[in-house]
């Protein structure tokens, strides 16, 4: 599957759309990209069997509504399980993120492609209050009151949860756990074996930008990696984009500019604001920059290999004398028209219906990732004002942001020594491309902490597929010498 290669790259992240984008520039994040999630939401061909597990509403504590109960999907394949005389054949687990798991299931193939080699079942378990795993059923209207449950920590202990139920229903206690992951879901995996060091032997976190909280990463390193990967396919393509918003600006502040725009930006309404426009554009480049696959790919959208080699060339092919705006937008529209099918462009419409709201909530509780745009980037600039990003989550869900939560919860500074120490069996996979990557661990931190930066999917998936077989063989060969001694004992 051709997709096996995106693993290393995979990922991104739904921003928190603030309600507030017309006024406060500051606290502007893109928008979803909706439309793409319902086109690959189901795909009726996956190769896995669907199965449903009743969970428990609250994991930490004892109330009486703690033990509600509620419907977490997951999916399964054991065509090439093969548990041998031992019991000892891997399990490899998706530890979900925020979407339907149907996604990322269709996304990962990498995972198939491993398991006839590790004889491996595999399992693909869906994240509370995403796709069909709802505690509660009307989706728009939950409140904070409901929300509330929609965190990391009750994610993956609800992973542990069912694993262990999977695993006794199977008689499968002895098969080795590894759980695997993109973006959030790589933040999950490499948590989960932290928290849950008995319940999986390690885990392979990609893409997975546990570091980009609170004040561990610089706050302009995702800007300026998106920007970074524009300017190294053409500096004056860099340039044409940093150069359009002042533009965009001119044309929408003279006489009727918003109907000029509406115009020239093939909007299916006319425009009410600039600000959408911008917004817009915005989402094109930095999605096109999360998900720059080497080889076509429809992971957010459909889009050629190296889009963003192919938006510079549109940008760079230009006539001289064509306006920056022009240039840009035309870039843009390779994003949300490859497929050549949209006569003409839904600018203003950002219902949602896929149920991301979701990913805005955990945005404005624990997923606190502050992000500025300054000097080396190519969007309009803005900081990041702390105060304006909590008033918008109070206005939106009537809660405050915990900003420190993460890393008091699992860690991330000094995580060097701290790993090095307390950790071990994570392979932390990053393309250096994908901006989420200056969030992730990008230095080796012990022999079994490993981080593999990489521009080519190859040589990773040798190393990976290296550090998979360490652990399940060393797994392997200890059960069968423990089974030797024991028997000695016996006799
Ligand atoms: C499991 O995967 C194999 C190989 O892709 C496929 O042939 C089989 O139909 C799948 N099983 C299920 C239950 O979909
Ligand atoms: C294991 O079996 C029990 C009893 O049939 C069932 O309730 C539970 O859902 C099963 N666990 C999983 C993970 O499917
Ligand atoms: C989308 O692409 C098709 C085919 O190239 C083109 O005819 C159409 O005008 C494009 N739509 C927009 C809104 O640019
Ligand atoms: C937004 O798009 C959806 C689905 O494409 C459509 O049903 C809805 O009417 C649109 N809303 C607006 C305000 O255009
Ligand atoms: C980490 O160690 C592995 C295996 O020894 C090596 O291949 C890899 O390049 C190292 N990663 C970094 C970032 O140095």
Redesign the pocket.
């Known amino acids: 599957m051709k997709v096996a290669s995106c693993l290393p790259y995979l990922l991104f992240f739904f921003f928190f759309l603030t309600t507030r984008t017309v006024h406060s520039l500051p606290t502007f994040f893109p928008r979803a990209p909706q439309q793409s999630l319902l086109q690959s939401a189901k795909d009726p061909e996956l190769?896995?069997?669907t199965h449903f597990f009743p969970q428990q509403l609250d994991h930490f504590t004892f109330r009486p509504n703690s033990y509600n109960v509620f419907h977490q999907k997951y999916l399964m394949?054991s065509?090439f399980w093969d548990r041998g005389p031992v019991h000892t054949a891997p399990i490899f687990v998706y530890t979900g993120n925020e979407g339907n798991i149907e996604w990322f299931a269709a996304n990962t193939g990498f995972m198939?492609d491993i398991a006839p080699r590790f004889k491996a079942l595999l399992v693909f378990i869906e994240h509370r209050f995403y796709g069909d795993s709802l505690p509660f059923r009307k989706k728009d209207s939950e409140s904070a009151e409901e929300l509330g449950y929609l965190t990391s920590t009750q994610a993956l202990a609800d992973y542990a949860v069912l694993i262990r139920s999977l695993k006794k229903n199977l008689s499968a206690e002895a098969s080795p756990v590894i759980v695997f992951g993109g973006s959030y879901g790589g933040m999950l995996a490499a948590w989960f074996r932290l928290k849950y060091p008995h319940v999986a032997i390690g885990a392979l976190a990609s893409s997975a930008p546990i570091l980009q909280f609170d004040d561990i990463t610089p706050w302009s390193s995702f800007y300026d990696a998106v920007s970074q990967d524009f300017k190294d396919e053409s500096i004056n393509c860099y340039e044409v984009i940093k150069g359009s918003w002042d533009e965009l600006m001119a044309v929408s502040a003279k006489k009727n500019g918003l109907v000029e725009l509406s115009k020239s930006f093939k909007s299916c309404k006319s425009l009410h604001s600039v600000y959408s426009a911008r917004d817009w554009l915005w989402t094109a480049f930095t999605y096109t920059a999360m998900v720059d696959y080497p080889t076509k790919a429809n992971f957010l959208m459909p889009l050629p290999a190296n889009p963003i080699k192919e938006m510079c060339r549109i940008v760079d092919g230009f006539p001289r004398g064509a306006s920056k705006l022009a240039r840009a937008f035309s870039a843009a529209s390779l994003y949300y028209n490859y497929s050549g099918t949209h006569k003409c462009f839904d600018i203003e419409n950002s219902t949602d219906d896929h149920g991301l709201s979701g990913w805005n909530w955990q945005a404005c509780t624990e997923m606190v990732m502050p992000m500025t745009c300054l000097d080396e980037c190519m969007f309009p600039p803005f900081t990041y004002e702390y105060k304006d990003f909590e008033n918008d989550c109070k206005d939106k869900f009537g809660v405050r942001p915990r900003p420190h939560w993460i890393t008091t919860e699992y860690g991330g500074y000094k995580i060097n020594q701290v790993l090095k120490r307390y950790g071990s069996n994570i392979i932390f996979s990053n393309g250096m491309k994908d901006p989420w990557s200056r969030g992730g661990v990008l230095k080796n931190i012990s022999s079994s902490i490993i981080a593999l930066v990489t521009e080519k999917g190859k040589k990773l998936l040798t190393l990976l597929l290296f550090g998979l077989t360490i652990w399940t063989s060393d797994l392997r060969r200890k059960k069968i010498l423990n089974g030797l001694e024991n028997k000695g004992i016996r006799k």
Do not use: A, F, G, I
């Open positions: 190769p896995y069997s394949n065509t198939m």
